[in-house]
């Protein structure tokens, strides 16, 4: 009985001491929450769209039963981040853009990778870019002293009949020459970051047109010391024009060697006699009203045509249209085949973009393979 007493106290203590809420007290709870709902319901039109699509009402309100606002992001996700398109994988259409999107993305990574692939050839050796120069020169040399003291053929200004050819042609190799190792060289950064490889390629075709240009000054000097034959016209502004054409069909090589050589190591190896054996096959010693003259040519004229679709051809009959005249020596320079370097150009665009989807389509699997 005692116990139950005390309890029975106790609990009416407790009772007593939990305070009561007044009616008062629900009414100024219920004023502020209308006051509240009041401002935001005003200051809703001045928040950003943004803001605003992401907030829901709902009736919930204890007091009033009024609305409250709440932000449906803070809840639940109602909208899955978007996929990331896996490289390697696409249409061919989607490669191809994936390819233009790196390149042009990663413009500032190109130029100093080109302006790091100049310094490093420059310090290689001990002369340098001026490789570039003396190079041609030697090539040239050698070839005169074959062709008009061995062969005695006759050529007027032979010099620079051929040095109109082995400068495009050098400018070709040596970009195609470093691109089959442009890829392989890069093994550790490519196994340790994470970025488009296909500028690395694009870098070592840009880097090369450096050395173009220092090739043209002993072109330049050659032009100059057969001034009195009318072989320096205002036509040779077009040199440029020639070599944009070229440029797109060297990147195009250049991009398809490089992602090859990865699979292939032997490439190099091949790429070197193919472009020797090119080099004769193309009208860089001879040109090819040349081989009208020759009785397999006689035989076939058919030969001759196919010999005008070789990309070194056009590339050579253009340059020597500018810089050197007619085929025979006697004309002064002229315009050049401007049809040909239009088909060329177009042929080195789709060459480009299906180099740049092969590039694309295997990208991927160069860190595993290397």
Known sequence: MRMTRRSSTASAATTSAVPSVEPSSTTMHSSAATLLERTLSSARPMLPAAFHAGMTTETSGRSTGGSMLRFSAMLQSQSRAPRRA???????????????????SRRRLIGYLVQAESKKRGSNTLLGNL???????????????????????????????????????????????????????????????????????????????????????????????????????????????????????????????????????????????????????????????????????????????IAHLNPLAILFESYRAVIYGAADGVGPPHLPDFGGLAALLLFSLVFLALAAMFFKRVEPTFAKVL
């Open 131 to 305: 490789w570039w120069v003396l190079d041609p020169l030697l090539q040239m040399t050698v070839y005169v002293v074959f062709i008009t003291i061995v062969a005695q053929r006759k050529t007027p200004d032979y010099p620079l009949f051929i040095f109109a050819a082995i400068l495009p042609f050098k400018w070709y190799t040596s970009t195609v020459n470093d691109a089959t190792q442009t890829v392989v060289r890069q093994e550790r950064l490519i196994k340790q970051i994470a970025f488009p490889k296909i500028v690395l390629p694009v870098a070592t075709a840009t880097a090369d047109v450096v050395g173009f240009l220092w090739g043209m000054i002993p072109l330049l000097g050659i032009m100059l010391l057969y001034q009195d034959h009318g072989r320096l016209t205002p036509l040779v502004l077009l040199v440029p024009v020639i070599a944009v054409v070229q440029y797109v069909f060297t990147l195009a090589s250049a991009v398809l060697v490089s992602a090859a050589n990865v699979f292939f190591r032997d490439l190099g190896n091949v790429i070197s006699h193919v472009l020797r054996l090119w080099w004769f096959l193309s009208p860089g010693l001879y040109s090819i009203q040349n081989l009208k003259d020759v009785e397999l040519f006689k035989e076939h004229p058919n030969l001759i045509s």
């Open 86 to 104: 896996v490289p390697g994988l696409g249409t061919p259409i989607a490669l191809l853009r994936h390819a233009i999107d790196d390149v042009v």
